[in-house]
């Protein structure tokens, strides 16, 4: 499978690096990829994690199925809503590559995504592909949760 276009702006202090998380929820540096065609999940683009971990946010779009999506620039598993718990990550938009968005990755035990395995991360390495990461909005970075 060939690497997705890197087309995200580098920020300061951001070493474009690929890693990955050894769990299955995509941290800093992971991709993940949303189910195909034939699931009825779809992942959609918030401006805000789910509450606590941030203020809810609106919906800006759907992401389409069998894409890729990355590099994750920050996590929360902080987000609660009617009573279920969230994973979420903040990605480049796939419908503007300026803006960083929040998908929810996870919810209890329903995957919306899958993480992209550390050997494929490495295997675009190896073809000289590297991560790039945007500037992180500062507004409202105390609200979003952990890294």
Not at 4 to 23: E, I, K, R, T
Not at 120 to 143: A, F
């Amino acid at each position: 499978m060939p690497p997705p276009p890197a087309n995200h702006a580098s920020g300061p202090g951001d070493a474009p690096q690929l890693v990955a998380a050894p769990d299955d929820l995509p941290r800093k540096g992971d991709w993940f990829r949303t189910k195909p065609a034939t699931s009825a999940i779809r992942c959609l683009e918030y401006t805000a994690a789910p509450p606590p971990a941030g203020m809810g946010g609106i919906r800006v779009a759907t992401i389409r199925p069998d894409v890729y999506v990355g590099p994750v620039h920050k996590s929360t598993d902080k987000g609660r809503i009617d009573g279920c718990t969230f994973y979420s990550v903040l990605v480049p938009s796939q419908h503007d590559p300026a803006l960083l968005v929040w998908v929810n990755v996870k919810r209890e035990r329903t995957w919306f995504a899958s993480k992209v395995p550390l050997h494929v991360l490495q295997r675009w390495g190896d073809r000289g592909w590297v991560n790039m990461y945007q500037p992180m909005p500062t507004s409202s970075s105390s609200r979003e949760g952990p890294t």
